[in-house]
């Protein structure tokens, strides 16, 4: 009977032991905590390449930033490097998550186009150099971004006569700048592209797909412009040009609560 007794007590700490302990205990407090750490990002951002750079880091890429969140809560990976705006939606949707304070990286977002489709290109650098004097880019990031954003969508005016179609290529798993919502594609980047499309009186079109086919799918000429939180990199322009800049965000790490 001892003996039963005994080996039901063993029983019972290792359950107890699988279901109190959790996961792993966070042991990054800073940038320079990644070291030798494993690192969750989304294949093909910046913050996949930032990531690369950390001293014996492994690298875990995923399809989408939220399956690298949730890599981290299931303590399969040490932290998520990701852009300021997602990190702050996934930390707000999922508990025990926090944001560390310092920026990791800062970077600009630009659009990008087909090399030699410089006549596009300008037009639309002319369009966001025009929205950003009256002001339109500001309001529709103060519908987005902020401590109370109403997440309304910019609205089209429908009295323009449009002239021809506008393909977007984007990765709808990037919230705020673009995330599905009932069936439809909303976001920074949509509201911008669609007052885009309102100054230059096209008809926009979105093509949902990985954040890392989107270059090859402007390249190819599937699609007339990326849009979808990307930043200038050298790699990037050897395939595709960019326009100005229209929005500036920050590579910030996603770790468990202490």
Not at 106 to 129: P, R
Request: hydrophobic fraction near 40%; charged fraction near 25%; aromatic fraction near 6%.
């Amino acid at each position: 009977m001892k003996k039963i007794l005994s080996v039901l007590s063993v029983g019972v700490i290792f359950a107890a032991c699988l279901t109190g302990c959790g996961t792993p205990k966070n042991t990054v407090h800073n940038a320079n905590d990644l070291e030798g750490k494993i690192i969750g990002t989304q294949l093909g951002t910046t913050g996949y390449i930032f990531a690369q750079d950390v001293k014996d880091a492994k690298v875990e890429g995923y399809n989408k930033g939220a399956d690298a969140v949730q890599a981290l809560k299931q303590g399969k990976i040490d932290a998520v490097i990701i852009d300021s705006e997602p990190a702050n939606e996934f930390v707000k949707k999922n508990k025990g998550l926090q944001i560390l304070p310092d920026a990791f990286a800062e970077e600009e977002y630009s659009i990008a186009y087909k090399k030699g489709n410089d006549e596009l290109g300008e037009k639309i650098d002319k369009a966001l150099t025009d929205l950003k004097a009256d002001g339109t880019i500001g309001r529709i990031m103060k519908h987005w971004i902020g401590s109370n954003p109403d997440q309304r969508s910019y609205k089209i005016d429908e009295k323009i006569e449009r002239t021809g179609v506008l393909t977007m290529a984007t990765n709808a798993e990037f919230p705020p700048y673009e995330s599905m919502d009932n069936g439809q594609i909303v976001g920074i980047d949509v509201d911008i592209m669609n007052a885009i499309c309102d100054e230059l009186g096209y008809a926009l079109k979105i093509d949902n797909m990985e954040f890392d086919s989107i270059i090859a799918a402007v390249n190819s000429g599937k699609a007339d412009v990326g849009v979808a939180g990307m930043s200038v990199t050298p790699e990037r322009e050897e395939n595709v040009s960019f326009t100005q800049g229209y929005a500036v965000s920050k590579q910030v790490i996603i770790v468990r609560a202490d």
